[in-house]
Nanobody, 126 residues
Framework: VQLQASGGGLVQTGGSLRLSCAVS????????VAWFRQAQGKEREFVAA????????AYADSVKDRVTISRDYTKNTVKLQLNHLKPEDTAVYYC????????????????????WGQGTQVTVSS
């Protein structure tokens, strides 16, 4: 399994970033994927998830009006569009995937995922 997160960076309050997670599992890509984040000194928290089929998405209440998760099967990637960023969005963002193929369900909890990427830092300046 390969998970490669990218796209993080430094942005001002109100700005946008698009994170990308390249997912490859046994040469196929229709696995559930989620984004989590962990701010310094805080516990990891759920951000967004998408099912293997792409038909179901889920968002944390704290970001649901500002974040969109999507996937591109041709490129085996899952994108996380972050808009109207706030300083409290500053964290390392991780993508994760679960070994269940083409499921119609998304998953919100970290323990439900089997594989994790290395994380990408998002810093929002005030």
């Amino acid at each position: 399994v390969q998970l490669q997160a990218s796209g993080g960076g430094l942005v001002q309050t109100g700005g946008s970033l698009r994170l990308s997670c390249a997912v490859s599992y046994s040469g196929r890509s229709r696995y559930p994927v989620a984004w989590f984040r962990q701010a310094q000194g805080k516990e990891r928290e759920f951000v967004a998830a998408i099912s293997g089929s792409g038909g179901e998405t889920a968002y944390a209440d704290s970001v649901k009006d500002r974040v969109t998760i999507s996937r591109d099967y041709t490129k085996n990637t899952v994108k996380l569009q972050l808009n109207h960023l706030k300083p409290e969005d500053t964290a390392v963002y991780y993508c994760a995937t679960k070994a269940i193929y083409n499921s119609n369900r998304s998953y919100r909890f970290g323990h439900q995922y089997d594989y994790w990427g290395q994380g990408t830092q998002v810093t929002v300046s005030s």
